[in-house]
């Protein structure tokens, strides 16, 4: 199961990472140079698939899923959280991924619509590529990519399953995921508590990961929709119920109602 981690560059020696990481790609100038010290991807992909040695540290969603890491993004200040990307940049990085034999797609990122961006994510779509992304949560639209049809769209839920509710449901469906205070890999073999529906995305995207390992052949649209007929209700902050269109994401219900076992307890 191949899934590619568009994002910034990602510390393929951690520990937890290391021989799990089948391949990466720079599209961002002098970008090797700090590959393996980039913060935001080397979190995405902990966990996504990180698997520590003799279960000491982490154990990522989908752990023997095989990662590849393209990185399209940088930080012009490493002294901020924020990465940039670029269009150009990541429409290299999304054409890589879709011609190196991707199964889903990764993008734990938000921006203004695109339209070349656009067309590239829809003939992933289209070539059978799931493609999942992290939800802008304050703002009145989804955000580019996750706005877009064929797009899994993710935020970040809390220990207790509770969420901000986006302005934007009543438009586009979303999954929530955990995404506060999660313990994931980080550079020079460590690790640290983050939080962002980025992270959330990347707990939906190993979701996914695992129930193409069972049955390869899936359609992105069957995957949406397995997802979208076993999440469980939740709560947004206020204590009102969620709207309809926004479930909390059960691995296990999916992947029982995928192969027909007994449910979850």
Known sequence: MRVTVVDTGV???????RGHIARTANFVEGGETSFSRDRHGTAVAGIIG??????????GIAPDAEIVAAKACWYADRRTAKALCSSWTLAKAIDFAINAGTQ????????PADALLGRLLIAADARGIVVVAAAAEETPDAGFPAMLPPVIAVVASD???????????????????PGVDIL????????DFLSGSSLAAAHVTGVVALLLEQRPKLAPSEIRELL?????????????????ALGLVDACAALSKLLAVPACP
């Not at 990180?50 to 154990?59: D, V, Y």
């Not at 994931?184 to 690790?191: A, E, I, K, N, V």
């Not at 999440?231 to 206020?238: A, C, D, E, G, Y």
């Open 11 to 17: 510390d393929v020696n951690h520990p937890a990472l």
């Open 50 to 59: 990180a698997r520590s040695p003799e279960g000491e540290g982490i154990l």
């Open 104 to 111: 889903v797609l990764n993008l734990s990122l938000s921006g």
């Open 159 to 177: 220990a207790k399953g509770q969420v901000q509710a986006p302005e934007w449901l009543d438009h586009k469906q979303a999954i929530a995921a």
């Open 184 to 191: 994931t890999t980080t550079p020079h073999g460590s690790y």
């Open 228 to 244: 979208r007929l076993t999440v469980h209700p939740v709560m947004v902050k206020s204590g009102a119920s969620a709207p309809a």
